[in-house]
């Protein structure tokens, strides 16, 4: 049984939603599984934009099999498949202004335990979310590294996703335009909305005062894409939501900078109390018990 680096899971940590609106056009955006833990309890579930969703019809995101091991089977994915109304099973963010959603993933799971085959992912949790501390570390310019589906792009027949690099463009402890959000200079397209950001130093690192860190890893999920500033020929600055450059077909008048709007991660932990209400008035199993 071989043993999966940190970099290897990152990449079965993500997920390829494909939609199609009521007119039957076509679009992509990449969703992330993450564990929101109650007490004893966790809520699993997949993260992604509103707008990914928002007034899709149809959706579909596939999910890696796993062998009696427990291992992954890269060549074989089972589709979940949505054939109407696929906006309906997402729970929205509370707050207007923060785009996104989240699905929760137990009843489908425990569906796939009764009756369909073994799958393998692998979950954020808040654990991975910066504290203080951590964010007092932090120096005002990181390496990030960002895990998606640009302009749709992914490995089809492993059902693996592809990998940017980059850089933070704002310092992470301040809140850009006095929004949870900070600003990455990567380069974004359609398809990548949704896209967890990262750092991920694997062994060592550096901390903001040239002190090399050795023997410790640094794994820190910082937030998710959902926009970017483009310019057009007139010399106006707009911000657009990655897929809607896909949506809206832009034309070349309309240039991306390769920036991008990052919601900083502790946005997800909102949508706790969200879930706690659900289940508790409609005694709706999307909770489960976390193994000692």
């Known amino acids: 049984m071989s043993q999966l680096s940190i970099l290897e899971q990152l990449c079965y940590s993500t997920t ?3 939609t199609k609106d009521k007119s039957g056009n ?51 994915h089972f589709p979940v498949v949505f054939d109407k109304k696929f906006h309906d ?29 073994n799958v393998f992912f692998r979950t954020f949790d808040s654990s ?6 951590q964010i007092e570390e932090l120096d005002a310019v990181e390496d990030i590294i960002m895990v998606g589906y640009p302009n749709g792009l992914w490995d089809s027949v492993n059902n693996m996703p592809l990998v940017r690099r980059g850089i933070t463009a704002s310092h992470y402890k301040y809140d850009y335009n006095g929004k949870k959000e ?4 990567a380069a974004c397209f359609p ?30 999920l910082l937030g998710i894409l959902y926009a970017g500033p483009q310019l057009t020929v007139s010399g106006d600055i707009k911000v ?6 896909q949506q809206k077909a832009l034309s070349i008048s309309h240039i991306p900078n390769n920036l991008g709007y990052i919601i900083k991660s502790e946005k997800i932990m909102d949508f706790l109390p969200l879930f706690i209400k659900l289940r508790d008035k409609f005694k709706v199993p999307i909770f489960t018990a976390i193994k000692p």
């Open 16 to 18: 390829r939603i494909e």
């Open 26 to 76: 076509l679009y992509s955006g990449t969703g992330f599984f993450f564990n929101i833990k109650n007490d004893n309890e966790v809520l699993p579930l997949l993260i992604t934009n509103k707008h990914v969703v928002k007034n899709m019809e149809e959706g579909v995101f596939r999910l890696t099999e796993a062998d009696a091991d427990g291992q992954p089977i890269t060549t074989k």
């Open 89 to 117: 099973n997402w729970i929205m963010h509370p707050e207007e202004d923060v785009d996104l959603c989240a699905y929760p993933l137990l009843p489908l799971l425990g569906f796939m335990g009764h009756s369909g085959p």
């Open 128 to 133: 991975l979310i910066p504290n203080s501390k």
């Open 182 to 185: 900070f600003v990455i200079d």
């Open 191 to 220: 398809g990548s909305s949704g896209s967890p950001v990262l750092i991920c130093n694997v062994g060592s690192y550096r901390d903001k005062f040239g002190n090399f860190m050795f023997g410790n890893s640094r794994i820190l």
């Open 240 to 245: 657009v939501t990655v897929p809607d450059a």
